[in-house]
């Protein structure tokens, strides 16, 4: 099976523009306006000989099983040209996009440029150049790509066109007879994994352009990959306030000449674009040769946030010039404090299972509780998504197993550097099994998301208490007959830290980067308020609640008789968390929650401390 499986949901991207022409006025331009010029060639070396497999004009771009995106390019109205090997996906392919004959007698220096969209599968692209159209000079393109990645290296292709540049000078200035062209092959040779050849994903072209001087900028700095601050991409608000973020991305400097005065900055936002958060580094100085090198930024964010959407942007720029591509110095992705809810992702959009086989397989996610937790939760629901090929039947009547497990910190590491990675979670001594639900799939169709409750491995009744400050994996299990199914993946945010886990069965072992830090699964855990009885009361004058019917605010009086860590809890009568307030070591003070947005209706305030709880109902009327 290429690729795993693939499925091509609708992604929530934020793809940034690329830079078009910076500046210099080419010399020779095509755009490929409505059909193939007559003066360019496109040669077919192997194939099968069909209309899908040689280079073709487009204006809807990729139309195989795994399309990708079309080309955004700046003249995508009027067509680009393709080269659509997934929908071909014949055998061996061997093709070549080649330019007419051009007299560059004249040109001391020859600077190609392109706009592209490409996402490698056991294939290679060469850019060629000739001075007499038989002997060619390949000069390699996307290098170091591994298979499933688009040509700027995400998993995702944020970079849409991808702006293609290349100093051919040494090949063609000076030259009276000079031909390129665009060299795509996919053989036995350009295979990286599996035995699949000829049936990669697509390579697209427009907008070819020569110029006879280089269009970089002086000042170009680039912001790469930057860490995912959260856990989680969606934490509860009774346990994201310990969740400390950090801060820090890659730099590049692709421009001329060295950049001073560099400033990095990090921000958080709520959905209203207000700040919450801002920190920065400033850098004295990035000269050419720093790729890719990651700097942290110096301060710590605490999200002590009520439920909501939130931001986390990235900036990058000079203090002493403006950058000539600003497309590429931000970036950022969203995160979410919720009633209830644990997720690493905000929709499925692809899915997998561990290569080879199909053998037995466990995917799981890390969730982690709050150490300041006094009140109790329990892990009530989980929700996961899970495929199966249309050759292999329906999802109803299979079954997968969820399972809660608590990672011993008596046993474990905080960086998992001793995490035994050669036993599953039956037998691993670093993992409890605290939770577990066989889970027999019901929707008639290949695709699905399905939830089901958590049951107590003791007691078997639904419900798994949680812990303060405990890492837990939730697992989904593929045994048996169940192990063709592939589970859902995301591929919206890149953690870099431990998240979403993997054991093979094949290799009997875990692996703790999963499919790698872009992949996440979609398998979200729900968590309850216990009881929303006071079970161990604390005295009537510890708190007190005003006013009551309440419009705007209400405040929340604490008076007890030793400084205590305490969770102060907004939630529905259902016991459904609004908002929590996490408070160490307080002793007496007033505490106001913002009830305006809030239906009217009745809800509780909650105070919750190691010696006992109190909570009070009050009503909300506007």
């Known amino acids: 099976m290429k690729r795993f499986l693939t499925l091509f949901l609708a992604l929530l991207l934020c793809a940034g523009l690329a830079p078009r022409l910076l500046g210099q006025t080419p010399f020779f331009t095509e755009d490929f306006d409505g059909a193939l010029p007559p003066d360019w060639s496109a040669i077919e070396v192997k194939g099968d000989m069909s209309a899908t497999s040689n280079w073709m004009h487009t204006t809807v771009g990729p139309t195989g099983v795994f399309a990708v995106d079309p080309l955004n390019s700046t003249t995508a109205d009027n067509g680009w040209m393709i080269f659509d090997s997934d929908l071909n996906c014949s055998g061996e392919q061997d093709v070549w996009l080649v330019s007419p004959q051009l007299d560059l007698s004249d040109r001391d220096m020859v600077v190609l440029q392109f706009e592209t969209f490409y996402r490698r599968f056991n294939d290679l692209t060469w850019v060629e150049v000739s001075t007499d159209s038989s002997n060619w000079t390949a000069i390699p393109v996307f290098e170091g790509l591994e298979n ?54 697509s390579w ?65 936002l709520d959905e209203d674009d207000n700040v919450l958060f801002v920190d920065s580094l400033l850098i004295p100085e990035v000269d050419t040769s720093v790729t890719d090198s990651t700097f942290a930024l110096p301060n710590l964010f605490a999200p002590e946030l009520p439920v ?47 290569g080879g086989g199909p053998n037995d397989y466990v995917i799981g996610n890390l969730y982690i509780t709050s150490p300041n937790m006094v009140d109790a939760y329990q892990a009530t629901t989980v929700t996961f998504s899970a495929a199966k090929n249309q050759s292999d039947g329906n999802l109803e009547g299979h079954v997968v197993t969820l399972v809660l497990c608590k990672v011993r910190d008596d046993v474990v590491d905080p960086d998992w550097g001793n995490f035994d ?5 039956a037998s691993n001594e670093g993992l409890s099994i605290v939770g577990i639900k066989d889970h027999t799939f019901i929707s008639a169709t290949t695709f699905a998301t399905e939830s089901d409750t958590l049951d107590d491995f003791t007691s078997f009744t639904p419900g798994v208490p949680l812990e303060p400050g405990t890492r837990y994996l939730l697992l989904a299990s593929y045994a048996g007959e ?7 993946f995301n591929q919206d945010f890149n953690y870099f830290q431990i998240s979403t886990v993997v054991y093979d069965g094949g290799d009997g072992m875990w692996f703790l980067g999963g499919f790698g830090p872009e992949n996440s699964a979609v398998l979200r855990m729900q968590i309850d308020l216990v009881t929303t009885a006071d079970e161990k009361p604390l005295p009537d004058e510890a708190f007190t609640l005003f006013p009551n019917p309440a419009g705007s605010v209400v405040h929340a009086d604490i008076e007890l008789e030793q400084p205590s860590t305490v969770n102060v809890t907004l939630a529905e009568m259902s016991g459904r968390v609004i908002r929590i307030e ?24 909650r105070v919750a401390t190691e010696e006992g709880t109190k909570t009070r109902t009050f009503i909300v009327q506007h």
Not at 582 to 602: C, I, M, Y
Request: aromatic residues 10%.
């Open 148 to 201: 499933n990645q688009y040509g700027d290296g995400s998993a995702t292709g944020e970079t849409n066109p991808q702006i293609v540049t290349l100093d051919i000078s040494d090949l063609a200035a000076n030259q009276p007879s000079v031909w390129f062209a665009f060299h795509f092959l996919a053989d036995s040779s350009t295979v990286q994994a599996g035995t699949d050849i000829g049936c990669g994903y």
């Open 204 to 268: 697209q072209i427009d907008d070819v352009r020569l110029l006879d001087m280089d269009p970089t900028p002086t000042i170009d700095l680039r912001l790469g990959d930057f860490f995912y601050p959260p856990a989680s991409f969606a934490q509860p608000v009774s346990q994201v306030a310990t969740d400390t973020m950090g801060f820090s991305a890659d730099v590049s400097n692709i421009g001329l000449g060295t950049v001073t005065n560099v400033v990095l900055k990090a921000e958080v």
């Open 308 to 354: 909501g959407a939130y931001f986390i942007r990235y900036s990058l720029y000079s203090l002493d010039g403006e950058d000539g591509d600003m497309s590429n110095n931000t970036g950022g992705d969203p995160f979410l404090v919720t009633e209830n809810l644990y997720s690493k992702e905000n929709q499925t959009t692809t899915a997998f299972r561990p």
């Open 421 to 425: 990675t050669g036993s599953d979670f």
């Open 482 to 488: 169940n192990n063709i199914i592939f589970h859902g």
């Open 582 to 605: 996490e408070r160490e070591n307080l002793q007496k003070d007033r505490l106001s929650f913002d009830v305006s947005k809030l239906p009217a209706g009745t809800y509780l305030l």
